[in-house]
């Protein structure tokens, strides 16, 4: 995992890259969703950064984490329970949903591992985001469940 200060260096160069104007708001949202490694919500979210911005609201996170997906500095894990969860690495990583507990784990591509969908789907047109999910019950909920 990559140190926060770097992380919010290359945020910061890529917002600038892609024209989106660098705010303490639009800051305060990302530094927050990449210290969640539980794929938030945007009202989960909201909470975390209103303890650092209280006068933030809740419509600010929506558009900030809308914009930035759009811009590609986020992206989603598609919708969980009818609410979109948020993840800030962009990298090509897959993830694990539990359907007891709704926990979004990451499972990160080995070294070895040269698979990217994106390339395979190259010829079907233009891929704008790649989210592949793998659904079961996590160890969690398992070891609740035989206790
Ligand atoms: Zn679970
Ligand atoms: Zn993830």
Not at 29 to 39: D, G, P, T, V, Y
Not at 84 to 96: E, G, I, N, P, S
Not at 112 to 121: G, L, Q
Request: glycine fraction near 4%; hydrophobic fraction near 35%; aromatic fraction near 6%.
């Amino acid at each position: 995992m990559m140190d926060e200060k770097k992380r919010m260096d290359e945020f910061m160069t890529q917002c600038r890259e892609r024209h989106v104007r660098v705010t303490p708001q639009r800051v305060e949202i990302f530094r927050q969703l990449s210290r969640c490694a539980e794929h938030p919500a945007a009202e989960t979210l909201y909470e975390r950064v209103r303890e650092t911005m209280p006068a933030i609201s809740l419509d600010t996170v929506y558009r900030t984490l809308s914009l930035l997906e759009a811009k590609h500095l986020v992206c989603t894990v598609g919708t969980v329970d009818g609410r979109t969860r948020y993840d800030a690495t962009t990298a090509l990583h897959y993830h694990f949903i539990c359907d007891r507990c709704r926990s979004v784990s990451d499972i990160f591509r080995g070294e070895d591992d040269t698979f990217d969908p994106s390339i395979v789907a190259a010829g079907m047109g233009d891929v704008d985001a790649v989210n592949i999910q793998l659904r079961g019950t996590c160890r969690n909920c398992l070891d609740r469940a035989s206790a």
